[in-house]
């Protein structure tokens, strides 16, 4: 593997940490508010606004790197699963290439709304006042690069190794943990 498949694959595996870190701390989060609002009469200002724009936000975007990297989307096969493997491998490399083009198509534009909403400073109202929610619109521009750079490697693993490539550059789930303890 390159060095630069390496820092990739570190980089995904951040972003897949981080949302599941995202993801506890909005149990967390959610936890403490409803003990609050329950026991105490004292709810946390700003809990759905918060989740609603930062944790979720978090766990939507930055696994999806890694479910690109394993192969673990949602995948519809009953015309190609027949196909001898090369020919699939044709295939899977032309849906990659496409894929990459929409996907830099998304990121550029998640990118200029992020842009501009960060100079707009973008708030929303909550009840104790206004949260700035302009940093949750740089996740999603990270969750797309993310995958955009995953997706990439799958179509340059495609068009330059063919079906070996595309073997080689897809980390199943299993796989992913194999050698660090």
């Not at 609002?37 to 944790?55: F, K, W």
């Not at 996907?103 to 909403?117: E, H, I």
């Not at 330059?160 to 897809?170: C, K, P, S, V, Y």
Request: charge should be neutral.
């Amino acid at each position: 593997m390159t060095a630069i498949g390496k820092i990739l694959d570190r980089l995904v595996d951040v972003l897949m940490w981080i949302g599941c870190l995202a993801s506890a701390l909005m149990m967390v989060h959610i936890a403490v508010d409803v003990f609050c609002r329950n026991v105490l009469n004292a709810p946390l200002d700003g809990t759905l606004e918060i989740v609603s724009s930062y944790y979720m936000v978090t766990i939507a975007f930055f696994p999806l790197a890694y479910v690109s990297r394993s192969g673990g989307q949602i995948l519809v096969d009953l015309f190609t699963s027949q196909m001898p493997r090369r020919p699939r491998a044709r295939l899977d490399t032309v849906v990659y290439v496409a894929t990459a083009i929409y996907l830099a198509l998304f990121l550029w534009r998640s990118y200029v709304t992020a842009l501009a909403k960060t100079r707009q400073g973008e708030v929303w109202e909550s009840a104790g006042g206004f949260l700035s929610v302009w940093p949750s619109r740089w996740i999603v521009v990270v969750g797309m690069a993310g995958m955009l750079l995953v997706t990439l490697r799958l179509a340059i693993a495609g068009l330059a190794r063919g079906a070996d490539g595309l073997e080689a550059a897809l980390r199943k789930p299993d796989d992913v943990f194999e050698g660090q303890e």
